[in-house]
């Protein structure tokens, strides 16, 4: 079941390629946010075998995985650093889809390129794309 979360992310991505090169800021960093939320879901179905429906205990939850699956300090707090801009990652997009904030092009570029590097470190960490998939 994981797979297909991990397939909507990759779309989700693309998506906000497209989103970016038309012009269109808001729904590009919509889209970030919702392929980093989806790699998280991913993360969780493959390790705790669901994923909570509030964003808080599914950033709390992916936390709990990376601690089972990272051993090293100085690893644990490189991806910490990354869930703290997940996380701002997180305010940029409900700010531009609630509030009155309208985006700029290298607003939106910035936080693809921070969606494509969390949503690689991920995948790396917890071997979603390669060989020794299990679940």
Not at 1 to 24: Q, V
Not at 92 to 114: G, M, Q, S, T
Not at 116 to 133: A, C, M, N, P, T
């Amino acid at each position: 079941m994981w797979r297909k979360y991990l397939k909507k992310t990759d779309r989700f991505l693309h998506e906000a390629k497209i989103d970016i090169e038309n012009g269109c800021y808001l729904k590009a960093i919509s889209a970030s946010y919702f392929a980093i939320e989806h790699i998280l879901k991913t993360i969780a179905i493959k390790e705790f075998g669901s994923f909570p429906l509030k964003i808080g205990s599914l950033f709390s939850i992916t936390d709990k995985a990376l601690l089972r699956r990272v051993k090293s300090r100085d690893t644990l707090k490189q991806y910490r650093k990354l869930m703290i801009t997940v996380r701002g990652i997180y305010n940029n997009r409900k700010n531009v889809d609630h509030l009155d904030y309208i985006p700029v092009k290298h607003e939106a570029e910035r936080i693809l390129k921070d969606a494509e590097l969390i949503v690689h470190k991920f995948s790396l960490l917890f071997r979603l794309r390669d060989g020794s998939q299990s679940n």
